[in-house]
């Protein structure tokens, strides 16, 4: 088995992908802002993170496989690791794929960070419940940090009206029995771990399939399970969707089996590098009694919403969010007062905005192409700060900033007023004068 800090001495910077390096850099300054990495050259920062190895003896370096992994191209990688390949596939039950998407369709990277974010896109599109897209790419993460690369039949993500199941080479390095309650981890590929846990991804801790459990046990869907396949050297962690064997209330089978509804976002039109997804679905409160069903489940999800990684860090209450109208219409008018560019040609530019950002109001899910659309079409109109957008839109501050307007900087569509000040307290976004001109 390949060793991931392996340095591929004949593997340069040309050998990687830039603009997913871009991605993975923006990612960190969003999460790290002040830290000193951010202001480093491209191969410094490569060789901070793991990416990049020197070999002390001979003064050679070059990228390592954990770097080749996350940041090269599929064409690249298997020149190293014939075996690698990566696939996401759904069904409706029958034996054809509706959609399906592969490490080697050549319309992105193929790497696994870019696939990473494709499928929790993808998975935030058809989970509406945060707490279950959560559990998934808690689950995904922990698929690509254990796999061993060098094994055959790929990484696959598979998902069926009533179950997902995550399949990848490699068999566990602990016993199959302590995999939902263990606290340590043993790492196949402890710099990949790097790499995805500097974002905030992941842990070391060995507590992600543990945290999955604990969600599920909550929804009342059947134990996650996990199978090892010894002949061919491959682990299967199967997620299923349906509830255990107990009476569920009305108002709780409200709560836990709201169907999904289409989201309008075909498979195929996945921009690359989305961004993290927003948390701007209200999670109802479980057993809010106290002689309600199994309240230790709910401390424990409560304990685990307050982890660092946990996709709920946020508030998870939107009328306490900045997002509620009637606690951010005062301040909002307040700094309209403050700014003298409130009108268009002599028009109520709030009305004008309210009426262009309606459709995101009254659709909790759009697709991203929608939103960036809205978000485009009201920064024509005037520049707009971050809370500006968050009560236009009614979605929380974070969730529009990185799943939108990050992703709108990097495509050149939107610029910053102070682009030297990313921290500018009067910080807004503009649309982009060359697309104006045009």
Same mark, same amino acid.
Request: net charge negative; glycine share 6%.
């Given at each position: ?19 997913? $390096?871009?991605? %993975?850099?923006? &990612? ?9 990495? @951010?202001?480093? *050259? ?33 064409? $690249? $990688? ?5 075996? %690698? ?38 998975? &935030? @599109? ?15 993460? @922990?698929?690509? $940090? ?17 179950? +997902? ?23 196949? #590929? ?27 046990? /909550? ?12 002949? !061919? ?20 089978? =409200?709560? +836990? ?15 690359? +590098?989305?961004?993290?997804?927003? #948390? ?8 809010? @009694?106290? =002689? ?5 489940l709910l401390e424990e999800l409560n304990s685990y919403n307050k982890e660092e990684n946990c996709y709920n860090s946020e508030l998870n209450s939107y009328n306490n969010n900045v997002n509620?109208? #009637? ?31 309606? /459709? ?16 485009? *079409? ?6 707009? !700060?971050?809370?500006?957008?968050? %009560? ?8 529009? &900033?990185? #799943? ?13 007023? +102070? ?16 697309d104006i001109e045009k």
């Open positions: 088995m390949l060793q991931d800090n392996l340095i591929l001495e004949h593997y340069g910077l040309n050998e990687l992908n830039f603009d997913t $390096i871009k991605s %993975y850099r923006d &990612r960190f300054a969003e999460v790290k802002p002040a830290h000193p990495w @951010n202001a480093l *050259e491209t191969k410094e920062f490569l060789y901070k993170v793991g990416a990049w190895g020197k070999v002390r003896d001979t003064h050679k370096e070059g990228v390592t496989l954990a770097g080749l992994l996350l940041f090269s191209e599929e064409r $690249i $990688i298997t020149e190293v690791l014939p075996q %690698y390949f990566l696939e996401y596939r759904e069904s409706k039950g029958d034996e054809e794929w509706t959609e399906r998407f592969t490490s080697q369709d050549g319309t992105w990277s193929g790497n696994i960070f870019d696939f990473y974010f494709h499928i929790h896109e993808i998975v &935030r @599109n058809n989970e509406p419940q945060p707490s279950i897209a959560s559990s998934l790419t808690e689950a995904l993460i @922990n698929m690509l $940090i254990h796999a061993d690369y060098n094994g055959e039949g790929g990484v696959i993500l598979e998902k069926q009206p009533s179950h +997902y199941v995550f399949s990848n080479p490699g068999l566990l390095l602990v016993p199959t029995d302590s995999v939902f309650s263990n606290t340590v981890s043993q790492l196949r #590929n402890p710099n990949i771990v790097k790499l995805f846990s500097l974002l905030g991804l992941c842990e070391r801790s060995g507590s992600g399939l543990k945290k999955v459990k604990q969600n599920w046990s /909550l929804h009342h869907y059947k134990k996650p399970s996990i199978d090892q396949d010894v002949s !061919m050297h491959r682990t299967v962690v199967t997620l299923s969707m349906s509830t255990q064997e107990r009476q569920v209330g009305s108002s709780e089978k =409200d709560i +836990y089996h709201t169907p999904a509804t289409d989201s309008g976002n075909n498979f195929k039109s996945v921009e690359k +590098y989305q961004n993290l997804p927003e #948390n701007n679905v209200e999670i109802d409160s479980y057993n809010k @009694n106290g =002689d309600s069903y199994n309240k230790d509620s109208y #009637n606690s951010y219409q005062s301040s909002y008018n307040k700094e309209q007062e403050d700014d003298s560019s409130n009108s268009v040609n002599g028009e109520d530019i709030d009305t004008k905005l309210w009426d262009i950002a309606a /459709l995101a109001r009254e659709k909790k899910r759009l697709s991203p192409n929608q939103m960036e659309h809205i978000i485009l *079409e009201l920064c024509k109109e005037k520049p707009l !700060m971050l809370k500006e957008f968050a %009560y236009l839109l009614e979605r929380t501050p974070d969730g529009v &900033r990185n #799943n939108y307007l990050t992703k709108l900087l990097r495509k050149g569509q939107l610029q910053l007023k +102070y682009p030297n000040q990313p921290n500018h307290p009067k910080q807004a976004y503009l649309f982009h004068k060359k």
